[in-house]
C-alpha cells in the first residue's frame, strides 16, 4: 500500500524505510506532487505534527504521517519548544540559536533539556499519535561535530559526550525521532488495515 511521510527530507525518508516492510510504498510529499510548504501554527509539536499530516490526508487523499520535533529547556519554562527552529529568528541558523540558547542558560545552574518528536498518522481518515524523547543536558559549551541543530550543546542522560560527538548509527539509537518512528513501525507492522491492502 501507498504510504506518504510528509517531508522531503530524503534521509529523513530512507531511515523509515529502511524499518518498514517491502510491501509498503514510503513516499515524499514531492512524489505525491506536493510542492507547498506545509502550515506549521498550532503553536505545539503535537499540534503542528497533526496539522501537516491532516493536510496531506484531506488534500492528496493518501494515508500519511508527518513529524515534528523540538528541544524542551526545564529551565526557561520547555522553551525553545515548538520553535526550536526559530528561536533565534526566522534566519533559521543553528548556531544562532545554540548562541541564544547558551546565552539564556548563562549562570543557571539546571541545565535539564528534552527532545520529543511527535509523529501523526493519518490512516483512512483516524489520527494515532506517536511520541519519542530522549531527555539529557545542556553542555556549558559546544562540543562535535556530527549532526544538526542543537546536537553540540545536548548530551543524552547516561552519557558524557554530545549528539555531535555520536555517529549518526549512535545517534540513530537512542535518539527521540527513532524512539517514535519506532512505535510508528510496530503499529503499522501490527495492522491489520495496512495487512489487508
Ligand atoms: P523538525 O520538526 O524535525 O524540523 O525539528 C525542528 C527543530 O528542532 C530543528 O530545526 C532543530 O533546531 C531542533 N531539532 C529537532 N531534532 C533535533 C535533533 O535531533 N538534534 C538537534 N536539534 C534538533
Same mark, same amino acid.
Given at each position: 500500500?501507498?504510504?506518504?511521510?510528509?517531508?522531503?527530507?530524503?534521509?529523513?525518508?530512507?531511515?523509515?524505510? !529502511?524499518?518498514?516492510?517491502?510491501?509498503?510504498?514510503?513516499?515524499?510529499? +514531492?512524489?505525491?506532487?506536493?510542492?507547498?510548504?506545509?502550515?506549521?501554527?498550532?503553536?505545539?509539536?503535537?499540534?503542528? +505534527?497533526?496539522?501537516?499530516?491532516?493536510?496531506? @490526508?484531506? %488534500?492528496?487523499?493518501? %494515508?500519511?504521517?508527518?513529524?515534528? !520535533?523540538? #528541544?524542551?529547556?526545564?529551565?526557561?519554562?520547555? $522553551? /525553545?519548544?515548538?520553535?526550536?527552529?526559530?528561536?533565534?529568528?526566522? &534566519?533559521?541558523?543553528? !548556531?544562532?540559536?545554540?548562541?541564544?540558547?547558551?546565552?539564556?542558560? &548563562?549562570?543557571?545552574? %539546571?541545565?535539564?533539556?528534552?527532545?520529543?518528536?511527535?509523529?501523526? #498518522? @493519518?490512516?483512512?481518515?483516524?489520527?494515532? &499519535?506517536? =511520541?519519542?524523547? #530522549?531527555? *539529557? !543536558?545542556?553542555?556549558?559549551? $559546544?562540543?562535535?561535530?556530527?549532526? @544538526? *541543530?542543537?546536537?553540540?550543546?545536548?548530551? /543524552?542522560?547516561?552519557?558524557?559526550?554530545? $549528539?555531535?560527538?555520536?555517529?549518526?548509527? =549512535?545517534? %540513530?539509537?537512542?535518539?527521540?525521532?527513532?524512539?517514535?518512528?519506532?512505535?510508528?513501525?510496530?503499529?503499522?507492522?501490527?495492522?491489520?488495515? @495496512?495487512?489487508?491492502?
Amino acid at each position: 500500500m501507498k504510504l506518504c511521510f510528509a517531508t522531503n527530507n530524503q534521509h529523513k525518508i530512507e531511515e523509515v524505510k !529502511s524499518m518498514l516492510l517491502p510491501s509498503i510504498d514510503l513516499m515524499s510529499l +514531492s512524489a505525491i506532487g506536493c510542492k507547498e510548504e506545509l502550515a506549521e501554527t498550532t503553536g505545539t509539536i503535537a499540534g503542528n +505534527s497533526h496539522q501537516k499530516a491532516e493536510y496531506v @490526508f484531506r %488534500n492528496y487523499k493518501v %494515508n500519511c504521517f508527518a513529524d515534528d !520535533s523540538g #528541544l524542551e529547556v526545564e529551565a526557561l519554562n520547555g $522553551l /525553545p519548544g515548538v520553535d526550536s527552529a526559530i528561536y533565534a529568528g526566522s &534566519q533559521r541558523s543553528h !548556531s544562532d540559536n545554540i548562541s541564544l540558547l547558551l546565552k539564556n542558560l &548563562q549562570g543557571i545552574k %539546571n541545565r535539564k533539556a528534552r527532545f520529543i518528536t511527535v509523529i501523526t #498518522l @493519518f490512516l483512512n481518515g483516524a489520527a494515532y &499519535q506517536f =511520541e519519542g524523547i #530522549l531527555n *539529557g !543536558s545542556i553542555g556549558l559549551d $559546544l562540543r562535535g561535530e556530527n549532526g @544538526f *541543530g542543537y546536537d553540540p550543546v545536548f548530551i /543524552p542522560d547516561g552519557f558524557c559526550k554530545t $549528539l555531535a560527538e555520536m555517529t549518526m548509527d =549512535e545517534k %540513530n539509537k537512542i535518539s527521540h525521532r527513532a524512539r517514535a518512528i519506532e512505535k510508528l513501525v510496530k503499529f503499522i507492522i501490527w495492522n491489520p488495515e @495496512f495487512s489487508r491492502q
